[in-house]
């Protein structure tokens, strides 16, 4: 178990972020952990990276991760330098690691003067190192993450976004509570339910949650940054990743009362929409061409039964009172076949 108390300033100051870096970090757990076949829904994705591993030489930087260990230096996977970075901004970060950082953080880990051989350039050729890391991060993610990362933002940024009303509504406590099955909450306790056995203290610190698609591959945490404590967990969404997902199930207009009332492209829009999305999220939900899902949805802003929501960089969609209503008390019956 991983336990970190929390004093009321960090709680206080919990904030959300996503973070392409902890996506490349924990796929690369995932892909360890399961060398022969990985659970679905990573099992097709899996294999692909592999062969992205195997047949392409520039990746080979990145396999430094698997080599680590459970504990390292936070500086070969930094807290996200905003709150929905891109891959690049976070890669300019570690190469622009300064060496009085890695300083700092070697000692908690390993003897500076008796370190393993995957950490030592680090010290002894710290921007080759960096540079060397950073490149091989940046190949791997444009052969095994970036292809599908359009519908990854789409299903993190839907998860910030309910995150974020859970904490602004109901405050840090109730999030906590009902983060994650392997995230436990007692105040003023976090725990995260791993094989390992440590305890931290976080003191005036901002607790910075980082939602993942592939938590699966391990629950991962940073404690050295001396203003930020960071978790990440499973965000919801990972079926993405599934090869042949099913496309959506036809329903006969004739029969759908939503359909026959507003069309059924908008009903599909419309029911996806209990969940907030984006327009990329609702394209890859629903099988639709992203034209298609963005000329429905300007059709229902303009009868008032959805709204747009700015987070970040993305926009997302979601139900207006009207909307909501529409899906509730029309949308769960079937037309009459009596004219």
Same mark, same amino acid.
């Given at each position: ?34 060398? %022969? ?47 929905? /970075? ?12 300064? !060496? ?13 003067? %008796?370190? /393993? ?9 710290? @921007?080759?190192? =960096? ?24 299903? =993190? ?39 390992? %056995? ?6 005036? @610190? ?61 009903? @599909? ?10 327009? !990329? ?47 509730? =008390? ?10």
């Amino acid at each position: 178990m991983i336990r970190i108390e929390l004093d009321e300033p960090t709680l206080t100051r919990t904030r959300i972020a996503t973070s392409p870096l902890w996506e490349v970090k924990c796929s690369l757990y995932l892909l360890q952990r399961y060398r %022969d076949e990985a659970p679905w829904p990573y099992t097709g994705w899996a294999r692909h990276a592999w062969r992205v591993l195997a047949e392409q030489p520039a990746t080979a930087p990145v396999r430094l991760y698997t080599r680590t260990g459970p504990w390292y230096p936070d500086f070969l996977g930094p807290v996200p330098p905003s709150a929905s /970075p891109t891959i690049e901004e976070e890669l300019a970060a570690l190469r622009a690691t300064p !060496a009085e950082v890695i300083a700092e953080q070697i000692p908690r880990y390993h003897d500076p003067d %008796d370190l /393993p051989e995957w950490l030592r350039p680090f010290v002894t050729d710290r @921007q080759a190192a =960096l540079d060397r890391l950073a490149d091989g991060v940046q190949a791997y993610w444009d052969a095994a993450l970036a292809p599908w990362w359009p519908a990854m933002r789409a299903a =993190l940024d839907e998860e910030v976004l309910h995150r974020a009303r859970a904490l602004a509504a109901d405050g840090p406590d109730a999030l906590l509570a009902d983060l994650h099955e392997r995230v436990r909450w007692e105040r003023p306790v976090l725990t995260l339910v791993k094989p390992s %056995d440590r305890a931290f203290r976080a003191v005036d @610190q901002r607790l910075l949650l980082i939602p993942l698609i592939f938590s699966r591959g391990a629950l991962t945490h940073s404690t050295d940054h001396p203003e930020v404590i960071a978790v990440s967990y499973q965000a919801r969404g990972s079926a993405l990743l599934a090869e042949g997902r099913p496309a959506p199930a036809a329903v006969e207009p004739g029969t759908d009362r939503l359909a026959v009332l507003v069309g059924r492209g908008r009903a @599909q829009v419309l029911r996806a929409l209990a969940r907030p999305a984006t327009t !990329a999220g609702l394209a890859a939900t629903l099988g639709l061409a992203p034209s298609t899902v963005s000329e429905h949805l300007a059709a229902l802003l303009a009868a008032g039964v959805v709204h747009r929501r700015r987070v970040g960089r993305r926009v997302l969609y979601g139900l207006e009172p009207a909307g909501l209503a529409l899906v509730t =008390l029309i949308g769960a019956g079937t037309a009459s076949a009596s004219a």
